[in-house]
């Protein structure tokens, strides 16, 4: 009788081309400046991606070869110097290196007592530190903001609906309302619609030139809720807006949330880190006071997706939402199924890969240290960029920089064009830029205005890639303007 497994059967040579792998990524990385950006997907290689499943195996070789050419030119660009569109991250080659030996040991974080666990709490544990979170907080690694903001909404909600929600659900006389700037992040919305708490009971506010929350208008808008017999319970605070960066008053927004005895949340999914820098740090003050505090390891700690982080003010919150102990998932006090926390107990998932080790692996080998130069160089880039757009007669700044995210329009200033045409030019110039590998700066709408974004959480950006970058926009928008 033949038994049948997935180990190579020659380990020898499997190993040997493992080992090719692992020497021709690190090429990769180390010349990827050389690279385009990006590059179009052409036809011919595009069909590939569509092929019929096989019934017999392939060498993996081959299988490798078809990875090199179809997969890897045709990458999204984030790992390149020159990215810098939306909110994304760079990774490292140190969280290459631990996604290999993650996926090694390939434990399942559930539960149980093994090392993985705790190295995820460990990173928690440094989280918290970080933040000036109490040290009876609680947290876990998610996948990223989205979910971050997820688990602590679904906190917040249980905590201050009024009622046994997990029991009787979400059904009340008095609705539950969420608040937040209009530039909050979408994935707000998306779990208050996700919780049954609904669209029609996130009320978003408006923001000033500086696009923070106005919070007059909050409090306003608290009043009036409240009058008509809803029930705010939750204010979304920002730590970093998608947009701009912007950050909202976060003492004041804990105080209103304190006074209205509603849950405070904080979305500080790249600009929470800006207290690691020593020029900005204090535009995160008050983040500490959050009951909630959401933010992303894969953007602006640099580290290979995905990672975020939730941290919640009161453990027994945050375990009473989402604990279930079925007989099967018995927790014991000796063998595998002990262990002092189960991590299911603090989360809708039950299976969880080993995200602490890339975390735990990046903050050991490079120390915070480098990561506050880093943060810190990544806000001077920002700034030297800002000033380069100001001193340029055709740059028009379009919303304050506040940390490290630049929007500004490519105008020429002697042709008084329409705001239609200007915007549709530099929605050419940001294509034009994707399409030709140079760079990839994002855009933004502000104020009817289509804005090119640069939002840098890049460790690889040198200045000399900002010049070429301004240059090539400056280029872009003179040949556009001369046809
Ligand atoms: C990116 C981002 C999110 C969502 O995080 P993901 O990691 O993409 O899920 C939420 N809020 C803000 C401000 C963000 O920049």
Redesign the pocket.
Known sequence: MTEVNLDPEDWESFQDLGTKMLVEMMTHLKTIRDKPVWQPIPDSVRSTYREPLNEEPQHLSDVYQEFRDNILPYALGNIHPRFWG??IGTGTPVGVLAEMLKAGMNPNLGGGDHSANYIEMQVVEWMKEIFGFPRDASGILT???????LVGLTVARNKKTGHDVRNQGIYTTRPPVVYGSVE?????QKAIELLGIGKEFYHTIPVNDRFEIDLQSLTQTIETDKEAGLRPICIVG?A???NTGAFDNLPELAQIARQENAWFHV?????AFACLSSSHKDLVHGINQADSL?F?L??WMYMPY?I?CILVRSEADHYKTFTLTPDYLAHETRGIPSGKKWLSDYDFLLSRGFRGLKAWMSLKTHGLKQYKLLIQQNIDQAQYLTDKVKSNLNLRLIAPTSLNTVCFQFVPHDKGLPIEEVNQMNREIVLQLHEKGIAAPSYASLNGLYAIRVCITNHRSIRPDLDLFIQSVIEIGQNLTSV
């Open positions: 939306w909110v996948t990223g903001g989205s979910m971050a903001n909050t992040h979408s994935s707000v920002n970093g807006t998608v979305d500080g999914a790249f600009g959401a992303d894969h953007k995905d975020g």
